[in-house]
């Protein structure tokens, strides 16, 4: 019924569905197994009806092509392929993303590649800049391959799906100031909700931008 559990200092058990369909439960540290399997029987219906959400947006969402004509994603904005024949780089952005015809065949690993180096670039230096206005120090970042979550925190590192860099702008700050505040705070109590909120106010909407649009950060 669900796919894994997160025990943490919390009071009450939750759920949530990620991007990838993945049923997450979480509970508090000392919760009985009885009072988890009452919670689940009782989460049945909610758990089947948001995960066939979850699933029918993946199946809907067409597989990439890496030919000329197919759009992708950066910072938000959608940019046409063109496949070129006499070019110097695999691939580059200018106004639209041109590849070059040597490498079309091998398009998607190209792309991922490309991705992840600005994501190396553009999360850090979002990651340095919440850092700061939290007094914090960042400077251990990894970029990571993960299909289900935007960022995670541990043992002062910060980890973000290289994905993210197709997401707005706006989306990525949210990412980052939740993950910055879990450098702080290691659960999601109400100290962590005001701290996330205080770095970036507007953080409910971008919840429920990522909720709404995740399953279409990918390629």
């Not at 398009?107 to 991922?112: K, M, S, V």
């Not at 909407?205 to 990522?210: F, G, I, M, Q, S």
Request: charged fraction near 30%.
């Amino acid at each position: 019924m669900y796919d894994k559990i997160i025990r943490s200092r919390r009071k009450t058990l939750g759920l949530e569905i990620t991007p990838g369909a993945e049923v997450i439960l979480r509970v508090p540290e000392q919760a009985r197994d009885s009072d988890i399997e009452k919670f689940l029987k009782k989460s049945v219906r909610w758990i089947q009806r948001h995960k066939e959400k979850v699933l029918r947006q993946i199946q809907e969402t067409p597989k990439k092509q890496y030919e000329e004509g197919e759009t992708f994603l950066y910072l938000g904005n959608e940019y046409p392929l063109r496949v070129r024949n006499k070019q110097s780089s695999a691939l580059v952005l200018e106004n639209t993303f041109v590849l070059s015809q040597t490498h079309e065949k091998e398009g998607r690993r190209i792309f991922t590649s490309w991705y992840k180096k600005e994501a190396r670039k553009i999360l850090g230096e979002r990651a340095r800049v919440y850092a700061v206005l939290d007094k914090k120090a960042c400077t251990n970042i990894r970029i990571t391959s993960a299909r289900r979550r935007w960022g995670s925190c541990g043992n002062g590192r910060l980890n973000f799906s290289w994905r993210l860099v197709m997401a707005p702008l706006e989306i990525i700050d949210y990412v980052v100031a939740h993950e910055v505040a879990h450098l702080t705070h290691k659960n999601h109590k109400k100290r962590f909700r005001a701290k996330v909120k205080g770095l970036y106010p507007n953080y409910k909407w971008a919840e429920t931008w990522l909720k709404q649009n995740g399953h279409l950060l990918n390629i």
